[in-house]
């Protein structure tokens, strides 16, 4: 160790599993995920108040993710690890909202956007608020994400104008 400059410690098993864990989640209040590397169903009702920000969860992990248990990244396997516990079944909703791939409205993550965005094709009965049968789901650096905000949704799911 004479000759070393830094010591990286790994205490969460990124590094050294390749594995993330989602331990925290905020849906209009901060919540700690109890055993974050657990196996045990959790009930997102205990973090997630209304069903519209479930649902939109459901909906941002499903189908703003690539890849299945077997083959994802490391990143998004812990967010389909997350909502599986919740009993989300992210696979049917990607045959629900994505259902022709040829068809799939999705820009892929890069480097320069630091952003992956898809568009979704609502059902008649899930319109926006605005009156559209589509909703763009975008996950990436927490910067970028927010820069592109002007709402939120509270624990109640009533939206509410960002500020400091």
Not at 83 to 106: A, E
Not at 114 to 126: A, V, W
Request: negative net charge.
């Amino acid at each position: 160790m004479g000759g070393a400059n830094n010591i990286c410690s790994d205490k969460t098993g990124t590094l050294t599993k390749n594995q993330m864990t989602w331990t925290q989640i905020w849906a209009g209040d901060d919540h700690k995920i109890k055993d974050p590397d657990g196996k045990d169903q959790l009930n997102v009702g205990d973090f997630i108040k209304n069903d519209f920000t479930k649902m939109l969860l459901g909906q941002a992990v499903s189908c703003n993710t690539l890849g299945t248990h077997e083959d994802a990244g490391a990143t998004e396997l812990a967010m389909l690890k997350f909502i599986v516990r919740c009993d989300i079944q992210y696979q049917h909703l990607r045959q629900k909202y994505l259902p022709n791939p040829k068809d799939l409205m999705r820009f892929p993550f890069d480097s320069s956007r630091k952003r992956m965005s898809t568009i979704l094709e609502l059902e008649d009965d899930e319109k926006t608020e605005h009156g559209y049968n589509k909703r763009i789901h975008i996950k990436g650096a927490s910067e970028i994400v927010l820069a592109t905000c002007s709402h939120y949704l509270d624990r109640d799911g009533n939206k509410q104008p960002l500020d400091d």
